[in-house]
C-alpha cells in the first residue's frame, strides 16, 4: 500500500508570495490533517479535513488556509509568505478522524527569503 | 489552556527499558493520548495510542493513571536503532471536533 505523498518536498519562495502544498493520502483514509513544524515551536497542528470538510483548526492565521477534493487528496495554500513560515509543512492521513492513529508524510520543507 | 510537557532528552544503553512521561492538564475522558516516533528527514511513525489504564502493542506500553493527568510511553529492551524524538500528542475534545496538541518532543540517545 502506497504512504502518504506530498509534493513538492522542497520548496523556495520570496517574502509576499503565495504558496500551494499538495498531499495524497493512503488510499481508503478519509481524513487528512497539515502540521507545521519547526525547531522553535515543534510540530503545531493547523486544519484537519475530513470528507472535504474542515472538521478543526489550529491557532494559525487566516492566510493558512486548505481544502480536501472528493479524492481525499488536500491542498494548503499559504498567501503573503513571511519568513517565520520557512517549516517543515507535514501531512498526515488517518482512516477516520484525527484522532486516530495518523499516517504521516515526508514533509515539503519551505522556506522564506 | 492546554498544555503538554515532556522531558527534553534522555539517555539509555541497548537493552534497558525506557519510560518517557508526558504530562496533559485539562485531559476529558475521552481524549486520546498517542505517541509518535520521529527520525530526522522523515515524518513523525504511529507508536501506540490509547485513552485509559494500559495498552500494550508488539513495540511499546502505554500507562495512563486514573486521573489522566499524565501518561507514561514504556520501551521494553531499546536498541540503537530506537535513538529518535518522541512526541505525545493529545486529542482534545476527541468526542468532538478536537484541538490535537503535541508535546515538544523527547530526544532519545540510545548509547552501546
Known amino acids: 500500500k502506497a504512504g502518504v505523498t506530498q509534493t513538492p518536498r522542497y520548496l523556495i519562495k520570496t517574502r509576499g508570495q503565495q504558496v500551494t502544498l499538495s498531499c495524497s493520502p493512503i488510499?481508503?483514509?478519509?481524513?487528512v490533517s497539515w502540521y507545521q513544524q519547526t525547531p522553535g515551536q515543534g510540530l503545531q497542528f493547523l486544519f484537519e479535513?475530513?470528507?472535504?470538510?474542515?472538521?478543526n483548526k489550529g491557532n494559525f492565521p487566516g492566510r493558512f488556509s486548505g481544502r480536501q477534493f472528493s479524492n481525499s487528496r488536500s491542498e494548503m495554500n499559504v498567501s503573503t509568505l513571511e519568513l517565520g513560515d520557512s517549516a517543515l509543512y507535514l501531512c498526515a492521513s488517518s482512516v477516520g478522524t484525527a484522532t486516530y492513529e495518523q499516517y504521516f508524510g515526508p514533509g515539503t520543507r519551505l522556506t522564506v527569503t | 489552556l492546554a498544555k503538554i510537557t515532556q522531558p527534553i532528552s534522555m539517555d539509555s544503553y541497548e537493552g534497558q527499558e525506557v519510560n518517557i512521561t508526558c504530562s496533559h492538564n485539562n485531559i476529558a475522558t475521552n481524549d486520546y493520548i498517542t505517541w509518535y516516533q520521529q527520525f530526522p528527514s522523515q515524518g513523525p511513525r504511529f507508536i501506540i495510542q490509547?485513552?485509559?489504564t494500559k495498552v500494550t502493542n508488539e513495540v511499546a506500553s502505554l500507562f495512563i493513571p486514573a486521573d489522566r493527568k499524565s501518561s507514561t510511553l514504556s520501551l521494553p529492551r531499546v536498541s540503537l536503532s530506537d535513538t529518535a524524538v518522541y512526541y505525545c500528542l493529545v486529542a482534545y475534545g476527541s468526542s468532538n471536533t478536537g484541538k490535537l496538541i503535541f508535546g515538544q518532543g523527547t530526544t532519545l540517545q540510545v548509547k552501546p
Open positions: 488510499s481508503g483514509h478519509r481524513s
Open positions: 479535513y475530513f470528507s472535504e470538510t474542515q472538521r
Open positions: 490509547g485513552y485509559k
